[in-house]
């Protein structure tokens, strides 16, 4: 039975992935901050662990707890959408400790045994935001196309060894926590230059007409990257990730 470990699986995206993982059969080693116990559903093969992919004793722990992994997903990760004039050192420092830092750590975590075993699969979850320049998403925008380009890399580095290598590029979702989880770091509201740009960017964000991406999406896209040894090393999760991507070529 392949075993496959997810980052990020308390709500949205990590968790829509760990259930699709275990409806196909696989042993899911879901990962969060603070694990829930009736978050997914129970199964022999469901193991739930505590993880902080900032905290490199937090990851010793878990890569220790979950024994041989077959699929690393690096999922974990969170968004904020501030005027780079405005944004807090802290937030900014914040968004590359966990949303680059932290891949970095699991990678550095996890390779040894792919590369040793000639074989694994790694899927980093980034955005289709790192696609086209956009306001006010300027610092998570960078700190996920660091993810983009350390990926892009890494595949190179890994190709001699077997081990194959994914990005997976979701689009706008509303379904999930994403826009509130980043909330708590909006500055600028009060400010009369940046009020307008603001207050539109909200405002689209919380729209759910027209094309989106689906938690359902971007598991499914996940699933590819795991299962077929022909996936792209790009690959688009969601109707507004695949327009973005044809159009930006």
């Known amino acids: ?61 878990a890569l220790g707890q979950a024994g041989e992994i077959d699929v690393l997903v690096n999922n974990a990760g969170f968004g904020a959408a501030v005027p780079i004039e405005l944004i807090e050192p802290e937030t900014a420092r914040q968004l590359f400790e966990t949303n680059t830092l932290g891949t970095l750590a699991m990678l550095q975590a996890v390779l040894p045994g792919f590369r040793e075993r000639r074989g694994g699969v790694v899927i980093n979850v980034t955005s289709t935001v790192t696609l086209k320049p956009l306001p006010l998403v300027s610092v998570y925008r960078a700190s996920k196309a660091a993810v983009n380009a350390l990926t892009e890399s890494l595949a190179a580095e890994m ?22 989880n980043a909330m708590p770091h909006l500055r600028g509201l009060d400010n009369p230059d940046y009020t307008p740009l603001i207050e539109g960017m909200i405002a689209r964000f919380r729209d759910d007409t027209g094309p989106v991406t689906h938690a359902a999406d971007v598991a499914a896209a996940v699933w590819r990257a795991a299962t077929d040894p022909h996936a792209p090393l790009r690959i688009p999760a969601g109707e507004d990730a695949v327009q973005w991507m044809a159009e930006a070529g």
């Open 159 to 180: 190709e001699p060894f077997g081990v194959r290598v994914h990005i997976v590029l979701p689009g706008r979702s509303p379904e999930t926590s994403f826009g509130a």
């Open 1 to 61: 039975m392949p075993t496959v470990l997810i980052t990020g699986c308390s709500s949205g995206f990590g968790l829509e992935t760990a259930k699709l993982f275990l409806e196909k059969g696989w042993k899911v080693v879901a990962t969060m901050r603070q694990p829930t116990a009736d978050i997914l559903p129970a199964s022999a093969n469901l193991v739930l662990l505590p993880l902080d992919v900032t905290d490199p004793g937090s990851i010793a722990r």
